[in-house]
């Protein structure tokens, strides 16, 4: 019974530890690591190869040597003297240039006194080649100043008895220690040996090698011209880097491309709104927007229907009495004289009014003058095609208000001066004049009140492109 009431209050603990527990909800934001596009900009560090130098070429590494010592002959016969009663004294001069941390050459020049078979002192000189290597020549790599080197050497070389003349070939060998007191000067201890021919005192066999020297010495080298080594950089972490770049640019080079194609849609549509607010007169309302228009700095022909309009006709016509010519809610049934201005008249018309002759002073009459400024059509290269199929816009426009106020349009045709002959640019001129009248004809205006004219070759604007137009002026009929 005992157990059964242990088990099941377990089993209750368990059910309320469980219930206790409330379910975790994941974090559903996911980090992505990215680094920032400055750090490829920044200076890098150089990293190193491990072990890795460059060699030296030109006047780098170039050392000179001078010691003196002690030299012992041993040669065939022997002779009864041992090694302690043979020592003379000797010295050396030397020249050479290290090629790496490890390999160098040098040329060698000792000489002085030996005591031959019988013990007579004698005089020899000797000039060999020799090939070094420096055992600790591998530490370089891993640190930019090493204080010692050790360096076994072999060579060949000439010796020359001075009292027998004899010059036989010689094999040179030996070690070099050398601790690098400063940047320039080294102190140097070498232990040589020469190995020749047993004749070379005059005692001995001819052609058979048996005659050696030993020489203990000690001196400076003095290291010329350039010192020391450069280590290999590692070119690995500027590969990635330019690769990065690679990377980077493509992708300003893919944002440069859609903000492009952005920005050409943009200005055709800030020109296509342009065109239509100066056909409705509404420019110098809403100037605002283009204050930063590049278009305005081309040189072209400017196409606007309001502010020169007002100011031109409030000139001239300083007591007008505010009533549109063309205004019929106005006007007596002869047609001679305005009826004086209603109050109402501008709500109940207003609906019908065309939005250019809203603006009443762009039709009043200007002694001959075109109502408005004139319309400019830009055409490509020596052709007739219009350079923007955008313009025929104003083309609709224009045949839209001239018919619906019986107004007479007049069609003049240009040409760039140079390009092209005198005779071409006629041509040319007359084709764009036929093209324009030819599109307001099919736009519902008679030919009979369409005057055509032609310039041929012009150089009036700045830059050459915008003399390539044809320039449309509407007048009263009676004002041709």
Same mark, same amino acid.
């Given at each position: 019974?005992?157990?059964?009431?242990?088990?099941?209050?377990?089993?209750?603990?368990?059910?309320?530890?469980?219930?206790?527990?409330?379910?975790?909800?994941? $974090?559903?934001?996911?980090?992505?690591?990215?680094?920032?596009?400055?750090?490829?900009?920044?200076?890098?560090?150089?990293?190193?190869?491990?072990?890795?130098?460059?060699?030296?070429?030109?006047?780098?590494?170039?050392?000179?040597?001078?010691?003196?010592?002690?030299?012992?002959?041993?040669?065939?016969?022997?002779?009864?003297?041992?090694?302690?009663?043979?020592?003379?004294?000797?010295?050396?001069?030397?020249?050479?240039?290290?090629?790496?941390?490890?390999?160098?050459?040098?040329?060698?020049?000792?000489?002085?006194?030996?005591?031959?078979?019988?013990?007579?002192?004698? =005089?020899?000189?000797?000039?060999?080649?020799?090939?070094?290597?420096?055992?600790?020549?591998?530490?370089?790599?891993?640190?930019?100043?090493?204080?010692?080197?050790?360096?076994?050497?072999?060579?060949?070389?000439?010796?020359?008895?001075?009292?027998?003349?004899?010059?036989?070939?010689?094999?040179?060998?030996?070690?070099?220690?050398?601790?690098?007191?400063?940047?320039?000067?080294?102190?140097?201890?070498?232990?040589?040996?020469?190995?020749?021919?047993?004749?070379?005192?005059?005692?001995?066999?001819?052609? =058979?090698?048996?005659?050696?020297? @030993?020489?203990?010495?000690?001196?400076?080298?003095?290291?010329?011209?350039?010192?020391?080594?450069?280590?290999?950089? $590692?070119?690995?972490?500027?590969?990635?880097?330019?690769?990065?770049?690679?990377?980077?640019?493509?992708?300003?080079?893919?944002?440069?491309?859609?903000?492009?194609?952005?920005?050409?849609?943009?200005? =055709?549509?800030?020109?296509?709104?342009?065109?239509?607010?100066?056909?409705?007169?509404?420019?110098?309302?809403?100037?605002?927007?283009?204050?930063?228009?590049?278009?305005?700095?081309?040189?072209?022909?400017?196409? $606007?229907?309001?502010?020169?309009?007002?100011?031109?006709?409030?000139?001239?016509?300083?007591?007008?009495?505010?009533?549109?010519?063309?205004?019929?809610?106005?006007?007596?049934?002869?047609?001679?004289?305005?009826?004086?201005?209603?109050?109402?008249?501008?709500?109940?018309?207003?609906?019908?009014?065309?939005?250019?002759?809203?603006?009443?002073?762009?039709?009043?009459?200007?002694?001959?003058?075109?109502?408005?400024?004139?319309?400019?059509?830009?055409?490509?290269?020596?052709?007739?095609?219009?350079?923007?199929?955008?313009?025929?816009?104003?083309?609709?426009? @224009?045949? =839209?208000?001239?018919?619906?106020?019986?107004?007479?349009?007049?069609?003049?045709?240009?040409?760039?001066?140079?390009?092209?002959?005198?005779?071409?640019?006629?041509?040319?001129?007359?084709?764009?004049?036929?093209?324009?009248?030819?599109?307001?004809?099919?736009?519902?205006?008679?030919?009979?009140?369409?005057?055509?004219?032609?310039?041929?070759?012009?150089? $009036?604007?700045?830059?050459?492109?915008?003399?390539?137009?044809?320039?449309?002026?509407?007048?009263?009929?009676?004002?041709?």
């Amino acid at each position: 019974m005992t157990r059964r009431i242990i088990f099941i209050f377990a089993a209750l603990c368990s059910l309320q530890a469980r219930a206790s527990v409330r379910p975790a909800q994941g $974090d559903t934001v996911r980090y992505e690591s990215f680094y920032d596009v400055t750090e490829l900009f920044e200076p890098m560090q150089p990293a190193y190869l491990d072990g890795v130098v460059l060699p030296m070429r030109g006047s780098g590494n170039w050392f000179v040597g001078i010691a003196g010592g002690s030299t012992a002959f041993l040669g065939r016969p022997l002779g009864c003297e041992d090694l302690f009663g043979r020592i003379e004294t000797s010295y050396s001069l030397s020249v050479g240039k290290w090629f790496t941390p490890s390999a160098g050459v040098r040329i060698n020049y000792s000489g002085s006194r030996f005591k031959d078979a019988r013990l007579s002192i004698q =005089r020899y000189h000797y000039v060999h080649a020799d090939l070094l290597w420096n055992l600790l020549g591998r530490r370089y790599a891993r640190q930019e100043q090493v204080r010692w080197s050790l360096a076994p050497f072999a060579g060949v070389g000439l010796l020359h008895h001075a009292t027998n003349g004899h010059n036989p070939f010689a094999v040179s060998y030996g070690v070099q220690g050398q601790y690098r007191i400063s940047r320039r000067i080294s102190a140097v201890a070498e232990l040589s040996g020469t190995t020749t021919f047993q004749d070379f005192d005059g005692y001995g066999k001819a052609n =058979r090698l048996g005659d050696h020297m @030993l020489s203990l010495t000690a001196g400076f080298t003095f290291h010329l011209g350039r010192v020391g080594w450069r280590r290999a950089v $590692d070119a690995a972490p500027y590969v990635r880097r330019s690769e990065r770049l690679v990377d980077y640019a493509s992708c300003l080079a893919e944002e440069n491309r859609r903000y492009a194609g952005q920005h050409d849609r943009d200005r =055709r549509t800030l020109a296509e709104l342009k065109k239509i607010l100066q056909i409705e007169g509404l420019l110098a309302t809403y100037s605002h927007l283009f204050e930063h228009d590049d278009d305005e700095r081309t040189g072209y022909p400017v196409n $606007d229907y309001s502010g020169l309009n007002s100011l031109r006709a409030r000139l001239k016509h300083r007591h007008w009495d505010g009533v549109s010519p063309l205004d019929t809610a106005g006007m007596q049934p002869g047609g001679s004289r305005p009826l004086p201005a209603r109050k109402d008249a501008r709500k109940t018309d207003s609906a019908d009014m065309d939005s250019l002759a809203s603006d009443s002073t762009a039709f009043m009459r200007f002694d001959g003058e075109c109502i408005g400024v004139p319309i400019y059509f830009f055409f490509a290269l020596n052709t007739a095609n219009l350079t923007d199929a955008s313009q025929g816009l104003n083309l609709d426009e @224009l045949a =839209r208000v001239a018919d619906k106020y019986g107004l007479s349009v007049k069609v003049t045709g240009a040409a760039d001066s140079g390009t092209g002959t005198p005779g071409i640019n006629d041509s040319l001129s007359a084709s764009r004049t036929d093209y324009i009248a030819s599109e307001l004809e099919r736009r519902g205006i008679p030919s009979g009140r369409i005057v055509r004219a032609s310039r041929g070759g012009i150089a $009036d604007h700045t830059p050459a492109e915008a003399n390539r137009h044809t320039k449309v002026e509407l007048f009263f009929p009676e004002a041709q």
